[in-house]
Structure formats: structure tokens, C-alpha cells
């Protein structure tokens, strides 16, 4: 209580909020207020066994950083791209970072990943902690305040050309817009060695089905299989996503089978099962 009310002050003064210590997958880390979310996100726990067999990991969607801290703590990636077209959310995410001695492998990208290079988007957002999304209808609260700006765009396939990367893992958090990140990543998709963590949205102006039907197109088109990993199934309509708000997906090339070390890894899983699972013998 007190730690919100103190990053609600600073807030007001047009200051950063505070620095707090928190623990992550047992590791105490000082990181900015509202970083660690109290209540762990549903994908915490596959983004971290994805994390830990994972080389080269690119994060869309990168905001302040949570999900690059996961990866990092995993100490198996050699090299992570954030991309975040919020320059505010990207600062406070290399803060975060260079904060814990975390910085090192990392490349900072402040633009919106999407469909097409050098072009520009209008981003909705009120702020580094709240969501941000070309989706007017996304963001909430930038909507109502009236918030936005234009971004530059890039796509993940002018990334890996870029930087010469060869990534085994694509996080995609970007708010409605994950269709037109896939769209834009084509061309490493055809090298079938990637995977794709994907976090679904739906809003006013895109149904969870119309979005849903762009990315089982791509699957299809590409050979790729979508798995629901809350079922460890594969999807292959709308059907099971139907009236929700955002689901997850995880896309890999339709001849590889679901990875045995994700199988029993659920929502509910934490961090610390999942560290303590890959240090055992049978999860190596």
C-alpha cells in the first residue's frame, strides 16, 4: 500500500516511479515500482521454459521490461532484442535491466513492430505502465484521455537482417496487433527453426475470431501449427477461443511436436517450479 501510494505521488510530480526490491523465479532483483506485477501473468511460467531452451529471443511488446527479466533470469539466452515503441516504457526497461546487471546481451529497439519497415503508426497510450496499441479500442485509458503519438514501424524480418539474427524464440505482446507481427516475420518463419510466443487480443474494432482467423491463415499458409498451451492442443478453428478477451498461443512448425518439457507446465505454474523443474536431472 505504501509502495503505491508513493509511486501515485511521484506520478503526480511527473517523476519515475520508485526503486523497490522484488523476488523473481527466487532472485531478488531492484527494479522500478509496477515492473513485478503483484498477480503473475498467465504466460510467466511457458515464457520461461520456452526462455530456458532458447539462444536468441526477440520480445514484441517489451514495455518495462517483465518478460526480458524472465528471459534473462533463465541465463540460457545469448542474445535479446526488446522492440517497444513507447520510448518512455523502452528507457524504463533498460533502467530495470542495467539495474541488475542484466544489459548486456540486449539490443533496444524503439519502434512498433508490424507488417512493414520505415513506415509510421499511430501508438495509443497513457503511459510506460499502461497498455499501448495502434487499436484505439485497446487502450482504454489513452482513448479517453486523448493520448497518442506516431511511432516508426519495423518488422521482425528487417530485424533479423538488420542484426543478423537467427532467433529460437519470438515473444509477441502488442495488444490486438499480433497478425500484422506475424505478417512481418515471413521470412524467418520459412527457416523453420523459430517459435512463437504469442498473447492474443481482442477489442472493439478486432473480434478474438477475426483475429484468430489471421493467424491460423498465416499458420496454414507457412506450415505452421498453433497449440493452445493451456490444453497442450493443437487449435485448428476459433472454436475453444471464442468470447475471449486475450488467450495465448504458441506456434512452431507443424512437424515439431509439443515440446515434452512444456507438458504439465500450466497457467497456475509458477517461476520456481519451473526453475527448480529444469535444474532437476529428468528436466534437462
Known amino acids: 500500500?505504501?509502495?503505491?501510494?508513493?509511486?501515485?505521488?511521484?506520478?503526480?510530480?511527473?517523476?519515475?516511479?520508485?526503486?523497490?526490491?522484488?523476488?523473481?523465479?527466487?532472485r531478488e532483483l531492484v527494479?522500478?515500482?509496477?515492473?513485478?506485477?503483484?498477480?503473475?501473468?498467465?504466460?510467466e511460467a511457458w515464457l520461461l521454459s520456452l526462455a530456458l531452451h532458447s539462444r536468441i529471443v526477440v520480445d514484441v511488446g517489451a514495455n518495462v521490461g517483465q518478460a526480458a527479466l524472465i528471459v534473462l533470469l533463465a541465463d540460457t539466452a545469448q542474445e535479446l532484442v526488446?522492440?517497444?515503441?513507447?520510448?518512455?516504457?523502452?528507457?524504463s526497461a533498460a533502467e530495470n535491466l542495467l539495474?541488475?546487471?542484466?544489459?548486456?546481451?540486449?539490443?533496444?529497439v524503439c519502434a512498433a513492430a508490424t507488417d512493414i519497415r520505415d513506415s509510421k503508426v499511430t501508438l495509443w497510450t497513457a503511459g510506460t505502465m499502461a497498455a499501448g496499441s495502434i487499436y484505439r479500442a485497446q487502450a482504454q485509458t489513452a482513448s479517453r484521455l486523448g493520448r497518442h503519438f506516431d511511432v516508426p514501424t519495423v518488422t521482425v524480418d528487417s530485424l533479423c537482417r538488420d542484426y543478423a539474427l537467427d532467433p529460437d524464440l519470438v515473444k509477441v505482446d502488442v495488444e490486438g496487433a499480433e497478425g500484422r507481427v506475424l505478417v512481418g516475420s515471413v521470412e524467418l518463419a520459412k527457416r523453420r527453426r523459430t517459435r512463437f510466443l504469442i498473447e492474443m487480443h481482442s477489442n472493439a474494432?478486432?473480434?478474438?475470431?477475426?483475429?484468430?482467423?489471421?493467424?491460423?491463415?498465416w499458420c496454414e499458409t507457412l506450415g505452421y501449427k498453433a497449440w493452445l498451451p493451456t490444453r497442450a492442443a493443437v487449435l485448428t478453428d476459433?472454436?475453444?477461443?471464442?468470447?475471449?478477451?486475450?488467450?495465448?498461443?504458441?506456434?512452431?512448425?507443424?512437424?515439431?511436436?509439443?515440446?515434452?518439457w512444456l507438458q504439465g507446465v500450466t497457467a497456475s505454474t509458477s517461476l520456481e517450479a519451473v526453475w527448480r523443474g529444469a535444474r532437476s536431472p529428468r528436466g534437462r
Open 1 to 26: 500500500m505504501m509502495e503505491r501510494l508513493k509511486a501515485s505521488c511521484r506520478s503526480r510530480l511527473g517523476l519515475p516511479p520508485p526503486w523497490i526490491r522484488r523476488h523473481l523465479a527466487g
Open 31 to 43: 527494479v522500478r515500482y509496477g515492473t513485478i506485477r503483484d498477480l503473475p501473468e498467465p504466460d
Open 82 to 91: 526488446l522492440v517497444e515503441p513507447n520510448a518512455e516504457a523502452l528507457a
Open 99 to 108: 539495474r541488475n546487471g542484466l544489459a548486456g546481451r540486449v539490443r533496444f
Open 205 to 217: 474494432e478486432l473480434s478474438m475470431s477475426v483475429n484468430m482467423r489471421h493467424v491460423l491463415r
Open 238 to 260: 476459433t472454436a475453444p477461443t471464442e468470447g475471449c478477451v486475450r488467450c495465448w498461443l504458441l506456434l512452431q512448425p507443424s512437424e515439431w511436436s509439443y515440446p515434452d
